[in-house]
């Protein structure tokens, strides 16, 4: 079974600072089928990033996705007010097929 | 534009069913692998469940399979998921997602609805 660990479980920081989110497989994801989502409260999830670095439409280019294998690391190159939330990692292809790791809140400092 | 619209979310009690529907518009639906996602209050998300685009493959976590089942119309553009013995940990807001292609990913959402199990 793959699962996926997110760290830091919540960070805190500033508008136009940098944020680091990191996401850990406990195996290999293979073709790097691994995914980003920011979730709002009281609102549906909002893909981000695919295929581990490819932007989906309309995502700032502020947000970039990086890793492979059993690493992967999402960037927000410099905060906006907008982008506090909760973010989740998702993979696909493992055992389960599909499985989500447990989100990382980014909050105002 | 597209999108996703769920329904049939509901309070039942333990070892009860109930059906939830997504109905999608503004892309072709038969060509879409189509997942169902939960999340319990104040909780993150859980795969429930994936039906490939035309119905002939489908896919559980385990704490469902032989409980729940996935299926869709495509002459309906709709996809629903049939809940039987129900239990308290089902209760979820549950979503509905489009695959984003060749991706392992999901493009566009719902906007979820609530079931509740509870004596």
């Known amino acids: 079974e793959i699962v996926l660990t997110q760290s830091p479980g919540t960070l805190s920081l500033s508008p136009g600072e940098r944020a680091t989110l990191s996401c850990r497989a406990s195996q290999t994801i293979s073709s790097n089928f691994l995914a980003w989502y920011q979730q709002k409260p009281g609102q549906a999830p909002r893909l981000l990033i695919y295929?581990?670095?490819s932007r989906a439409p309309g995502t700032p280019d502020r947000f970039s996705g990086s890793g492979s294998g059993t690493e992967f690391t999402l960037t927000i190159s410099r905060l906006e007010p907008e982008d506090f939330a909760v973010y989740y990692c998702?993979?696909?292809?493992?055992?389960?097929?599909?499985?989500f790791g447990q989100g990382t809140k980014l909050e105002i400092k | 534009e597209p999108q996703l619209v769920e329904s049939g979310g509901d309070s039942v009690q333990p070892g009860g069913s109930l059906r939830l529907s997504c109905i999608a518009s503004?892309?072709?639906?038969?060509?879409?692998?189509m997942t169902w996602v939960r999340q319990a209050p104040g909780q993150g998300l859980r795969w429930v469940s994936t039906i490939t685009n035309y119905g002939d493959n489908t896919y559980y976590t385990d704490s469902v399979k032989g409980r729940f089942t996935i299926f869709r119309e495509n002459s309906k553009n709709t996809l629903s998921l049939q809940m039987n013995s129900l239990r308290a940990e089902d209760t979820a807001v549950y979503f509905c997602?489009?695959?984003?292609?060749?991706?392992?990913?999901?493009?566009?959402w719902g906007q979820g609805t609530l079931v509740t199990v509870s004596s």
């Open positions: 997602a489009k695959s984003r292609p060749g991706t392992g990913s999901y493009e566009l």
């Open positions: 295929t581990a670095s």
């Open positions: 503004g892309f072709t639906f038969s060509a879409s692998a």
């Open positions: 998702q993979q696909f292809g493992g055992s389960p097929r599909y499985s």
